[in-house]
């Protein structure tokens, strides 16, 4: 067959060649999941800019189907207006995005389906309030449905 010498240079080339690809491999899921990843702290910054304004049916519109359900659209913005101007008496207030991590699988209650490949981002909210000032922190939720990123907040004991 093949002398020696040639047998170790095909398998030298071979190992490389399985190497490399492996690399590359990693390299696409790597950007993948950071795109992914970014995408979820993307859609929470818009979420809690438009929070932030007061615009709170805007805010709703990036809910998921889910939270939609949960809270009517005039529900949601009366209850959201009524507990940040009325029981904090304040207008707006700060916040900062801290963690993202993907979990592979999450529901937002006992009584919903898990949903697959979710992004749990903390957020951190500060008021400064007539009570003096004060943080929320929140783990808010981001899934895809139908190819579109939306917003869940939990509901689990």
Known sequence: MF??????????RTGVAVLTAAAVLVAILTLFLSNER???KEIVDTFY???????FGSSWELFHP???????KDVYIQ?????????F???????RIDEVENLSSW????????????????????FHSAFGVFE??????????????SILFPYRP
């Open 107 to 126: 529901s937002m209650s006992d009584e919903n389906k898990p949903l697959h490949d979710v992004y749990r981002v903390r957020v951190i909210q500060t």
């Open 66 to 72: 889910l939270m939609k359900k949960k809270f009517p």
């Open 136 to 149: 929320i922190h929140q783990d808010v939720f981001v899934a895809t449905e139908k190819g579109e990123k």
């Open 49 to 55: 800019r438009y929070e932030q304004a007061g615009d």
């Open 79 to 87: 209850r959201r207006a009524h507990v940040f101007m009325q029981d």
């Open 89 to 95: 008496g304040v207008e707006t207030f700060d916040y």
């Open 3 to 12: 002398p020696r010498y040639r047998q170790k240079t095909i398998r030298a």
């Open 38 to 40: 970014n995408e979820a």
